[in-house]
T-cell receptor
Framework: DTAVSQTPKYLVTQMGNDKSIKCEQN?????MYWYKQDSKKFLKIMFS???????INETVPNRFSPKSPDKAHLNLHINSLELGDSAVYFC??????????????FGSGTRLTVV | DQQVKQNSPSLSVQEGRISILNCDYT??????FLWYKKYPAEGPTFLIS?????DKNEDGRFTVFLNKSAKHLSLHIVPSQPGDSAVYFC???????????FGTGTRLKVLA
């Protein structure tokens, strides 16, 4: 009974394609996030939604677009994929933005490889 | 511009001994700090946190120390167990923002 689940776990695709990664949490949390972990192991925030409202929108190419149909779901759509988009993408959730008592609950990641 | 740094990429410790993982930061506006543990092929798992109004927080075998003047925090694990072998990330959040900035992690190996 996974708390934060991401699909797919692995994604291999060609340059120029459009792809989506889905994330769902069953914890009843109000806030969800997308993080990217690159080849140097940096975990960087990309987006965050609180109750379907965008509250963090870091400087990422506008080929990346998050969508939150409800507070339990946060999907990431990527247009015109490039080689440099290859990374592990983590979804996370928390009860409150910046929850310091319980931190974030992370999904297990989606490894995206662009060839 | 790396605001949160974990300068030791790896650390090996004998089982039963103390593990000390270090983290340095540059932004004096950080007011909350978290530690996460990550096993391969899994997402990070929250371990312990500390706010800037404290200098120590303890939870079982895990203690986090914060030295604001040195902009340094450390995670102590006592006693270390083989199951503690993982990558440990520190993360810091600037006051007035919603985000956490992560370090690059330290791989801890606890030897049986």
């Amino acid at each position: 009974d996974t708390a934060v689940s991401q699909t797919p776990k692995y994604l291999v695709t060609q340059m120029g394609n459009d792809k989506s990664i889905k994330c769902e949490q069953n914890l009843g949390h109000d806030t969800m996030y997308w993080y990217k972990q690159d080849s140097k192991k940096f975990l960087k925030i990309m987006f965050s939604y609180n109750n379907k409202e965008l509250i963090i929108n870091e400087t990422v190419p506008n080929r990346f677009s998050p969508k939150s149909p409800d507070k339990a779901h946060l999907n990431l759509h990527i247009n015109s994929l490039e080689l440099g988009d290859s990374a592990v993408y983590f979804c996370a959730s928390s009860q409150f933005p910046r929850d310091s008592n319980y931190g974030y609950t992370f999904g297990s990641g989606t490894r995206l490889t662009v060839v | 511009d790396q605001q949160v740094k974990q300068n030791s990429p790896s650390l090996s410790v004998q089982e039963g001994r103390i593990s000390i993982l270090n983290c340095d930061y540059t932004n004096s506006m950080f007011d909350y700090f978290l530690w996460y543990k990550k096993y391969p092929a899994e997402g990070p798992t929250f371990l312990i946190s500390i706010s800037s109004i404290k200098d120590k927080n303890e939870d079982g075998r895990f203690t986090v120390f914060l030295n604001k003047s040195a902009k340094h925090l450390s995670l102590h694990i006592v006693p270390s167990q083989p199951g503690d072998s993982a990558v440990y990330f520190c993360a810091a959040s600037p006051s007035g923002t919603y985000k956490y900035i992560f370090g690059t992690g330290t791989r801890l190996k606890v030897l049986a």
